[in-house]
């Protein structure tokens, strides 16, 4: 909306941001839940698939991550390193590690339903 002119301009100023901070938040929810819910269907589909998949084809899966999401996988997933061991090992922080590892998975899994759908 326009200001008015003889209207408070604070009030004015302050109004526009609160309703810039509403929208923005509630853009970021409505993504929040699109996300959830491809989360969900990735993951209640992907453990099927995966059983069907030779080790070969997993592997050309796991080969298609960036080298720091392969990275942290390997550590933690195939060698059971824990996040703090993986972070010693990579020179990167804990935070890192748990990041790219949902990351990973994400991108893994998304990467298997292209596959097999």
């Known amino acids: 909306s326009k200001y008015k002119a003889g209207t408070s301009l604070s009030a004015w100023i302050r109004r526009i941001m ?11 929810s409505r993504k929040r839940t699109e996300d ?41 997933v195939i060698e059971g390193y824990s996040h703090r061991e993986v972070s010693e090992q990579l020179g990167i922080t804990e935070s890192t590690s748990r990041s790219n ?14 596959k097999k759908l």
């Open 18 to 28: 609160i309703n810039t901070a509403i929208d923005y938040y509630r853009k970021r």
């Open 36 to 76: 959830l819910e491809t989360a969900y269907s990735l993951s209640s589909s992907a453990p099927d698939i995966v059983s069907q998949m030779s080790a070969n084809e997993i592997l050309e899966c796991l080969q298609q991550l960036t080298f720091a999401y392969r990275s942290v996988f390997n550590l933690y």
């Open 101 to 114: 590892l949902v990351k990973a998975r994400t991108k893994l899994k998304a990467i298997i339903l292209s």
